[in-house]
């Protein structure tokens, strides 16, 4: 063990064991299992130099395992990131979800009893959330998104220099096949799918990224991720949809933000206008890869 860090060659009698059973018998009395698991989930170990993020991966003779130990003194709290406010009044609530908290409504209740979640946002996704303070104004509120009121807009640090300036994504999209148990969405036929659309502009490009600006104009599991993906441009730190990346750049959640939300409002004759700043993690990643400076 070096510091800071856990660092275990796979051996012969341990090939195939999960690696988080690794983890747990080379670092013994150094944390617990779930703690251990949250680490694997947040990026912090790496499996012969790639980032790993799933715990159930099979490991093989002479593996080498890296475990970062700088998540023992982080908080959850402070990884997570507190949840702002963007907006409020007596019917909704707009809030800066950070990244690391799953869109789930029990996560929310703080922020009033009778909350409730009218869309949702990827756990490592941060920015714009809504949320409705009564079933009948998030009734409302699911409704404008069936008529395609409410516009949507994000920010994706994307792995690759993207050539074009602007583009459109239309397929279908539905369930390809898992990976560690997971579900991977991708392009398939219309009878197996989804129409999915997806507007872009390229920003900035850098240091083998881009700076993407997306629109969807429709609302797909996975729709903004597996459509990068398809180009060959996947979120940097996206390991779901992208294993290997052009870019040194290693973050510890896919550097996906939702900046902008535009909306009716659902009682009132107003359109409300939305702005999440970006996160630091995502400034700090544009500024070492120089996608701030000019082309």
């Not at 715990?55 to 959850?76: I, Y």
């Not at 996560?107 to 920015?127: A, C, M, N, P, Y």
Request: aromatic residues 6%.
């Amino acid at each position: 063990m070096k510091k800071n860090k856990l660092l275990a060659r796979v051996e012969r009698r341990e090939n195939g064991m999960k690696l988080l059973a690794f983890l747990r018998e080379k670092g013994e009395g150094l944390c617990s299992v779930k703690m251990l698991k949250r680490a694997i989930d947040e990026k912090y170990c790496t499996v012969n130099g790639r980032t790993e993020c799933f715990s159930t991966r099979p490991l093989k003779q002479g593996d080498l395992v890296e475990l970062d130990l700088s998540f023992l003194g982080v908080s959850q709290e402070k990884k997570q990131g507190k949840i702002g406010i963007l907006y409020e009044d007596e019917e909704l609530i707009v809030c800066d979800k950070p990244a690391g908290v799953v869109s789930e409504n029990r996560h929310f209740h703080h922020l009033g009893k009778s909350i409730q979640l009218v869309h949702r946002l990827d756990k490592e996704t941060s920015g714009c959330l809504i949320l409705a303070k009564s079933s009948a104004v998030k009734d409302r509120m699911v409704k404008l998104f069936e008529e395609k009121k409410v516009r949507k807009f994000y920010l994706a640090l994307v792995d690759g220099v993207v050539k074009k300036e602007q583009g459109r994504v239309e397929n279908y999209l539905g369930k390809v096949h898992s990976y560690q148990g997971q579900s991977i969405y991708g392009k398939c036929s219309a009878s197996k799918g989804q129409l999915a659309i997806t507007e872009w502009k390229c920003l900035k490009r850098g240091e083998k990224v881009s700076l993407l600006l997306l629109k969807p104009l429709t609302g797909r599991t996975h729709q903004l991720r597996a459509h990068l993906a398809g180009m060959g441009n996947p979120i940097l730190g996206d390991l779901q949809y992208g294993r290997h990346f052009t870019s040194s750049i290693r973050p510890k959640r896919h550097l996906l933000h939702a900046w902008r939300l535009f909306f009716p409002h659902p009682l009132k004759e107003e359109e409300i206008k939305v702005e999440s700043p970006l996160p630091q993690d995502f400034q700090e990643c544009i500024k070492a890869t120089r996608c701030g400076a000019s082309d």
